[in-house]
């Protein structure tokens, strides 16, 4: 008897959960390897407003969202990118900051939320938020993500 047959003689029964055990593996490998991919640049150490707010639209794209719209840099309503997914409508305001974001952050998207007839308000960062502002998104209805 070759070493190859004695194994699958001592799995016997087991053998189905081996072969399952091993797929579930590979297909966790397969995508960990497809996030690697799809995920977008990182964002650069002297990067502008403006550029932030690209990197943030690619990284919603990498999510799932589409209908995409990065707003013009000035007279923006308070929002920086409009986007849709789900059939939802959201309304960004994107901060590249040092240090936390404040409540003039979540006061921005709250009126371009409005302005632009959006569903849901979100305030997108590199950073953490101040209490006020996590206390003001909170009684606003508007969503705070710290970027990952």
Request: glycine share 10%; net charge negative; charged share 20%.
């Amino acid at each position: 008897m070759s070493v190859l047959e004695g194994l699958l003689a001592r799995l016997g029964a087991h053998l189905p959960i081996v072969f399952l055990c091993l797929f579930l593996l590979l297909m966790g490998i397969a995508l960990i390897i497809y996030r690697r991919m799809s995920f977008p640049r990182e964002p650069q150490e002297e990067m502008d407003g403006h550029g932030y707010e690209n990197y943030c639209a690619e990284l919603l794209q990498n999510r799932g969202f589409h209908h995409i719209e990065v707003t013009p840099g000035s007279g923006d309503y308070g929002a920086d990118i409009l986007a849709q997914r789900d059939g939802i409508s959201y309304a960004f305001q994107c901060k590249y900051y040092d240090h936390p974001v404040g409540v003039h952050a979540v006061q921005e998207i709250y009126a371009g939320r409005d302005y632009y007839g959006c569903m849901i308000g979100v305030v997108l960062t590199n950073q953490t938020y101040t209490k006020a502002a996590r206390e003001m998104a909170d009684r606003l209805n508007i969503l705070l993500w710290e970027e990952e």
